[in-house]
Nanobody, 121 residues
Framework: QVQLVESGGGLVQPGGSLRLSCAASGSIFSINTMGWYRQAPGKQRELVAAITHGGITNYADSVKGRFTISRDNAKNTMILQMNSLKPEDTAVYYC???????????????WGKGTLVTVSS
């Protein structure tokens, strides 16, 4: 019964900032890699940033230097700090997590419902 819930999306002007949050809840034993994906209208879903349990990160080239991903393992939360936003960043942003449920020996991928980020001038 794992759930991922995103929050923090909204409307912002180019050059502005937003902070997205993802909270995982339910019968969780451990969470391995977590990541943020986004999907713009008419485009495929793409990886924005990912972070391992130990804090190793990677970013899409399009967001390097502007976005920062972080996590709090004790709270099972993940943050995406987005700065210097561009219209091209407009998309629905989804939280993804590889979760080992309580009593399980495997990791399963879970997705949140998404939060809309609109960057408009």
């Amino acid at each position: 019964q794992v759930q991922l819930v995103e929050s923090g999306g909204g409307l912002v002007q180019p050059g502005g900032s937003l902070r997205l949050s993802c909270a995982a809840s339910g019968s969780i034993f451990s969470i391995n890699t977590m990541g943020w994906y986004r999907q713009a209208p008419g485009k495929q879903r793409e990886l924005v940033a990912a972070i391992t349990h130990g804090g190793i990160t990677n970013y899409a080239d399009s967001v390097k230097g502007r976005f920062t991903i972080s996590r709090d393992n004790a709270k099972n939360t993940m943050i995406l700090q987005m700065n210097s936003l561009k219209p091209e960043d407009t998309a629905v942003y989804y939280c993804n997590a590889e979760v080992r449920g309580s009593g399980s020996y495997i990791y399963t991928a879970y997705w949140g419902k998404g939060t809309l980020v609109t960057v408009s001038s």
